[in-house]
């Protein structure tokens, strides 16, 4: 449970109020109704940590409240020493235990987050976060989003502007509609009676150690010790209406995370029609703005462009958050490089349609706004009734974009996602749709195990085509919601053969994380899907998502079940959990492969996105020993709500080596590699036609969490298959270290003819290099290639030509490959600590 700060009231900007202010006992119109639904989000558990595992803690964070323990310990005995030495101390002994309780106290309730009155410093280890509370309109200002500080500076030339005076030169926390700011809001709400004009005012704060959970979305966690959270109370007095603003510092990863709830107390219904839960007004300064974007087979892709005067955004329309864009975005100075300048980075907490703002004023202002897409809002808030936002991260690095994407890395692991394979090793899968297609039956997948084993493959993966009794799924227009096994491929089900495979094939060479030499078995499914040719659709056709008698559109001969209905969440459990009931399955690869159309409401796509949320949450709950994978016709929901509940998801359906290594190294930009699923497929590739050896294919699929292959055993050529061997004891010394690892961009795809990337352990003693050579060049010169991380004074040898140097000698003059005059050349090298 979270552990509640009382506040003193200290000097602060502007007129003091009353402690029973401060304290939430407002005069004025604060309800029962709305206490009782802040205390229950507020109260809610703090998120101890992963499903089998303990939670990370910040080093510098705990190292920092041990050192002043002790001191308080340390003075404690210096008490008692005193004491029974008959020393005459200058205060009774009750009086000195008194302060060295206080003391001690103190060192417990040490919090990132310290409040002066109403003016906020939010502390991380190399960032701060500043806002106070306007003396005059009691409205929220920001002051400062950057390196280290606990000054309030005043703007000079905020006093300066004459009859210019108003909201739209003030930096603000939670901008309304309304008012004389006419930027973009963070937040529009409509009322009963028509009107959308909202004033939120200050009310009360309270610091809470550790984090409370947001009711049915995912987001960050952490204990006392890893998180500090704020919250803020904001009231309208005209609309009886109340806003809890949230905000939780881990300090050890420079990240603030956002969220809000309002509550309706109200004699009449409200539309919230826009939601931003990350808003924040920065200073007039030159900015960059980097994105990911794409389709379906080329995601990821890094774009750069200005901040110019007016609105600079993206946004997912889709019902699903990221092929076309992902819901990040880094906002950085032109000069800002991998290792050097300032970096923000935004991302939502979030796995349906979603808008990303930037809008520059002509004062040189800039607002960040990130949240649900306006156009697929329009929230219903009953009178009585609270609606939580999804959490949004904002992180900050002062040692440019490697710096902030390794922030994002660590947080996503160690206190996002709750599955328990998060930061384990992950088996090795070989994924029969390549080699088999629609066309699996039980001898055939027992066929397939076998020589699966024979190449120290661990995982056999049954992909689409295995389910369906009146409507077979022997094609993509058949069975979608039909789960039950097709009795013509599996006449005595599932159970006998798969318990054939994962208790009689063994595995050659099996690696020594695993815990068994047995193979094992996972399953494709679709369940938020359901074909037209169905059992499902046929008893229940009102359980698709339609909008009245409009047609009902197609896409992959498919349409999308209506999540959002208790009865199909229902359904989709008992389903799923009747599977993985049945047999021996430890794996599940969860697809999704079409977005929404013919929505009934604007606002069913965000109820469709919850029901998606308690599905997850029950299933990873109910079989915590069962690896999910995500994936959406690739990477169509790679985004931080799936990874909360799934450690992993599957990158892109492109698996060419050449695209492959842009969309891995866009991604990483914001998602940890250990998130990443990435396969050797077989060449000439499907897409592409690029016929690239099985040597760079495994040296770019290597650098991910997930590895496996796509492709047919029996296709392999004897080249091929001679070179598996080595590639999975490749494996087996790489997958830790990029599970667990730093990850630096040493050079892109983008920018080089020679990409380069680098893992290193989290004690500096080894590190892993892959180097790349894109396209054969004529006498080339490939520049070095530098590394960074290690530990500068310590000696190091490379396994590449067996030389040993320090570590600033590897950082300052590193490693000169040479390659063969060739395209697509790599090399993967160890520089591990003498």
């Known amino acids: 449970m979270p552990t509640w700060h009382i506040l003193s009231q200290l000097p602060k900007r502007g007129p003091q109020r009353s402690s029973a202010e401060n304290s939430g006992d407002e005069p004025g119109r604060r309800t029962s109704s709305e206490e009782a639904a802040e205390q229950a989000w507020l109260t809610a558990p703090a998120g101890g940590g992963k499903r089998g595992s303990a939670t990370q803690h910040g080093t510098k964070y705990i190292a920092g409240r041990v050192a002043v323990t002790i001191a308080g310990c340390a003075f404690f005995v210096c008490i008692f020493l005193f004491d029974t030495a008959g020393i005459m101390w200058p205060t009774t002994t009750a009086t000195t235990f008194v302060a060295g309780a206080v003391l001690v106290g103190g060192v417990l309730g040490q919090s990132a987050i310290n409040a002066q009155g109403t003016n906020f410093t939010l502390t991380a280890d190399n960032a701060s976060y500043l806002f106070h509370v306007d003396p005059e309109t009691l409205d929220l200002t920001s002051d400062h989003f950057g390196g280290p500080s606990t000054d309030f500076v005043t703007p000079g030339w905020i006093s300066t502007q004459g009859w210019l005076d108003g909201l739209s030169i003030k930096r603000r926390e939670f901008p309304n509609i309304g008012s004389s700011d006419v930027r973009l809001p963070a937040i529009h709400i409509q009322h009963s009676n028509g009107t959308t004009v909202t004033e939120f005012r200050y009310q009360s704060h309270r610091i809470v150690e550790g984090k409370p959970e947001l009711p049915g979305l995912p987001a960050t966690y952490g204990q006392a010790g890893d998180v500090s959270t704020l919250i803020v109370q904001l009231y309208d007095n005209v609309s009886d209406i109340g806003a809890a603003l949230s905000y939780s510092v881990f300090p050890a990863y420079n990240a603030i995370a956002r969220s809000f709830q309002i509550t309706n107390n109200g004699s009449g219904e409200i539309i919230i029609e826009r939601a931003a839960s990350f808003s924040l007004d920065l200073p007039n300064l030159d900015l960059e703005m980097l994105e990911l974007h794409g389709d379906w087979s080329h995601e990821g892709n890094r774009i750069k462009r200005k901040v110019d005067f007016g609105e600079t955004g993206f946004r997912s329309s889709l019902g ?106 992950r088996p090795v899968l070989l994924n029969s749709w390549e080699g088999l297609g629609f066309g699996i039956n039980d001898t055939a997948m027992v066929t397939l195990a076998g020589e699966a084993a024979n190449l120290g493959i661990e995982l056999l993966v049954m992909d689409d085509g295995w389910f369906g009794v009146e409507y077979p799924r022997n094609n993509d227009t058949l069975g979608l919601g039909d789960w039950t096994p097709n009795p013509a491929k599996f006449p ?220 047919n055993p029996d296709e392999l050529s004897a080249e091929e298959t001679a070179a598996i061997p080595g590639i999975m004891e490749q494996w087996r010394q790489l997958n830790p270290l990029v599970i667990a690892g730093d990850f630096y961009r040493l050079a892109i795809p983008q920018e080089s ?69 060739e395209d697509y050349q790599s090399k993967v090298v160890w520089v591990r600590k003498v």
């Open 492 to 711: 005595v089900g599932l159970n006998p053969f798969i318990t054939e495979i994962t208790s009689n094939i063994t595995v050659a060479n099996a690696s020594s994380s695993s815990s068994s030499s047995s193979m094992r078995f996972g399953l494709w499914v679709e369940p938020e899907m359901i074909s037209p040719n169905s059992t499902l659709y046929h008893e229940h056709p009102d359980w698709a998502l339609h909008s009245g008698s409009y047609p009902r559109s197609l896409t992959r001969s498919q349409l999308v079940l209506n999540v959002g209905l208790p009865e199909v969440q229902d359904f989709i459990i008992t389903s799923v959990s009747r599977i993985l009931n049945s047999a021996p399955i430890s794996y599940v690869k969860w697809d999704n492969n079409r977005g929404m159309h013919e929505l009934p409401t604007p606002s069913a796509e965000h109820t469709y996105i919850l029901g998606l949320y308690n599905i997850l949450n029950n299933l990873t709950t109910t079989f915590p020993d069962v690896l999910f994978e995500g994936c959406a016709s690739g990477g169509g929901r790679f985004d931080p709500g799936i990874l909360h509940y799934w450690p992993q998801s599957w990158t892109s359906d492109n698996t060419d080596a050449s695209d492959r290594l842009t969309i891995q190294l866009g991604m990483s930009v914001v998602y940890p590699p250990s998130a990443m699923g990435c396969h050797i497929s077989a060449v000439p590739n499907g897409l592409t036609h690029r016929n690239i050896s099985i040597e760079y294919r495994a040296d770019v699929a290597l650098m991910c969490g997930s590895f496996g292959f796509e492709l």
């Open 320 to 425: 699903y958050s990221s092929h076309l864009y992902n819901p990040f975005f880094a906002l950085m100075s032109p000069s800002t490089t991998e290792t050097t300048g300032e970096a923000w980075g935004f991302n939502l907490i979030y796995t349906g349609s979603f808008a990303a703002t930037v809008e520059r004023i002509s004062s040189g202002l800039v607002r960040v706004l990130l949240g649900m897409n306006p156009l697929h809002s329009s929230l219903h808030v009953q009178p009585g009734e609270s609606w939580t936002s999804p959490e949004a991260v904002g992180v900050y690095s002062s040692t440019g974009l490697g710096g902030m994407s390794r922030s994002f890395h660590d947080l996503y692991r160690n206190h996002l996602s709750r599955a328990k394979q998060t930061n384990q090793t």
């Open 753 to 821: 003819n020679w990409p380069a990337v680098q893992f290193v352990s989290k004690d500096k003693s080894e590190s892993a290099v892959f180097m790349y050579q894109q396209q054969a060049k004529i006498k080339p010169s490939p520049p070095p290639v530098r590394l960074v991380g290690l530990d500068a004074g310590a000696r190091y040898t490379n396994d590449w030509d067996n030389a040993t140097y320090t570590g600033a000698t590897y950082m300052s003059q590193g490693l000169s490959p040479r390659w063969k005059t």
